[in-house]
């Protein structure tokens, strides 16, 4: 993934501060892990209602509560993929791109029923503490991109976040797509969703289906050359498939994925100037869809966007750069690079 925005020099950059005005009287009142309510229902597709409760997360923290966690907050797209494994009433609030300025569901929001959840920050740095500690936590979940950083968790206000409730982090980044999806399949489990329900298993065997079905198109293609990307106001990323889990992936089943010479500290990129946008030749552009990365219309105005080959030949796919890590939210992406390839021609 890159990262267009302030998180330009490592994947998880610098987060804006969160306020914590008023914050004593809240922390007062609101109990942590452990809370009165971590006997309620486990909610729907959920069968543990009782501890005590332990998870050796990516951190290799082994992460334990009293009772299995009922209410939990996590990042938006983490949220989603727990609610695809099962879970359903206990996720109580979530962090991160949840709805746009439209107000519909940012596509990383999944199947949430976001009318059921509170939303604590829907933007990069945004994490209301006051919001968080009302929802009396029992668990926090997100991703981990880089060693002990919680994605989405203020670096800046972690210190008043982090004692409110126990924490998982689930490594996202610098392991291939199937790592993290079966990490929080075990996370899931751990709560009590059953992984053998019928919606998890018809969704895994769509994943491996569309697995094979890119895997086959990657290798019909014969060296289509495939540039994952997103544009920002100045530069133009091109992603490296060696840090982010989906490039790896596809990498991994055979796609030619252009890997950049000169990578930005972090090593998720390349940052180049939108003159150089052309360093790399490309055959097909897989370009960052997230909200916060400029789209092909606000693109058309960049020197050097009109010129790439692949945007001259109508040859670019969206790319979700922060995948779902679920079957569900996963097999789309394959199926649809999947479809792009056999669409597209080599141009040079």
């Known amino acids: 993934m890159t990262n267009?925005?302030?998180?330009?020099?490592?994947?998880?950059?610098?987060?804006?501060?969160?306020?914590?005005?008023?914050?004593?009287?809240?922390l007062a009142a609101c109990g942590s892990s452990g809370s009165k309510d971590s006997s309620a229902s486990a909610g729907s597709g959920s069968g543990a209602a009782s501890g005590p409760w332990s998870?050796?997360?990516?951190?290799?923290?082994?992460?334990?509560?009293?009772?299995?966690?009922?209410?939990?907050?996590?990042?938006?797209?983490?949220?989603?993929?727990?609610?695809?494994?099962?879970?359903?009433?206990?996720?109580?609030?979530?962090?991160?791109?949840?709805?746009?300025?439209?107000?519909?569901?940012?596509?990383?929001?999944?199947?949430?029923?976001?009318?059921?959840?509170?939303?604590i920050g829907n933007a990069w740095g945004e994490f209301s503490i006051e919001k968080y500690a009302a929802l009396r936590p029992d668990l926090l979940v997100t991703h981990m991109y880089d060693a002990d950083q919680l994605w989405?968790?203020?670096?800046?206000?972690?210190?008043?976040?982090?004692?409110?409730?126990?924490?998982?982090?689930?490594?996202?980044?610098?392991?291939?797509?199937?790592?993290?999806?079966?990490?929080y399949a075990e996370l899931a489990a751990s709560l009590g969703a059953d992984l053998k329900a019928k919606e998890v298993t018809d969704a895994k065997a769509r994943f491996e289906a569309a697995a094979e079905k890119l895997r086959q198109a990657a290798k019909a293609a014969n060296g289509l050359k495939v540039l994952a990307c997103s544009g920002a106001a100045d530069i133009f990323y091109a992603s490296a498939p060696g840090m982010s889990t989906d490039l790896m992936y596809f990498k991994e089943l055979g796609v030619d994925i252009v890997v950049p010479d000169k990578l930005d500290q972090g090593g998720y990129f390349e940052s180049l100037s939108w003159e150089n946008a052309g360093k790399y030749p490309a055959d097909l552009l897989l370009l960052d869809k997230r909200?916060?990365?400029?789209?092909?219309?606000?693109?058309?105005?960049?020197?050097?966007?009109?010129?790439?080959?692949?945007?001259?030949?109508?040859?670019?796919?969206?790319?979700?750069a922060v995948p779902r890590f679920s079957y569900a939210g996963a097999a789309p992406l394959l199926e649809d690079l999947a479809k792009a390839i056999e669409s597209a021609k080599k141009l040079s």
């Open 4 to 26: 267009a925005g302030p998180a330009h020099l490592t994947r998880r950059g610098l987060l804006a501060a969160s306020g914590a005005v008023g914050l004593g009287a809240v």
């Open 55 to 119: 998870f050796t997360d990516d951190r290799k923290k082994e992460v334990t509560a009293k009772a299995v966690p009922q209410r939990i907050v996590a990042f938006t797209g983490t949220a989603a993929a727990l609610h695809d494994f099962g879970l359903r009433d206990r996720i109580v609030g979530v962090f991160g791109e949840t709805k746009g300025a439209d107000g519909k569901p940012d596509p990383q929001a999944g199947n949430l029923d976001l009318g059921k959840i509170e939303i």
């Open 152 to 183: 989405y968790v203020p670096e800046e206000s972690k210190d008043k976040i982090l004692p409110l409730a126990p924490q998982v982090a689930i490594t996202t980044g610098r392991v291939p797509l199937p790592e993290p999806i079966r990490r």
């Open 291 to 320: 909200s916060t990365a400029l789209q092909p219309k606000d693109l058309a105005s960049k020197p050097g966007w009109a010129q790439l080959p692949a945007v001259k030949a109508n040859q670019v796919t969206p790319w979700d």
